[in-house]
C-alpha cells in the first residue's frame, strides 16, 4: 500500500463512464476497467489535486458518517494499492 503520509495525484487520463452508483475508469492505455464504489468516487474525485491516503480518509469519514471507520480505512487503503498498481496516480513531492 502507498504510504500514509505520501500524496498522490491522478498520474494519466482515463475515460470516465458512470452508471447508478458505480464509476468505471477506462484505462485505455493499460487496456482495463477499473470499478469504483460511492467511497472510490470520493477517494477519484479528491485525487485530482494532491492528497494523502490518510487525508482522504479524514475526508471520506466526513463525507459518509454512516459508513464505518473501518470499511473507509479499508476501502481507501486498497484503492490506493490499486491505483498505484496500475500506474493511475502517481506520488507528487
Avoid: C, N
Avoid at 46 to 69: M, N
Amino acid at each position: 500500500m502507498p504510504g500514509s503520509s505520501l500524496r498522490y495525484i491522478r498520474h494519466r487520463p482515463v475515460r470516465e463512464e458512470r452508471m447508478d452508483d458505480v464509476l468505471f475508469l477506462i484505462d485505455e492505455e493499460g487496456h482495463a476497467i477499473h470499478m469504483l464504489d460511492t467511497i472510490g468516487m470520493g477517494i477519484w474525485a479528491l485525487l485530482a489535486e494532491p492528497t494523502s491516503v490518510a487525508d482522504a480518509k479524514s475526508v471520506l469519514k466526513t463525507a459518509f458518517p454512516g459508513v464505518s471507520a473501518q470499511r473507509i480505512a479499508r476501502d481507501a487503503d486498497a484503492l490506493f494499492a490499486d491505483l498505484d498498481a496500475a500506474e493511475l496516480i502517481k506520488h507528487v513531492s
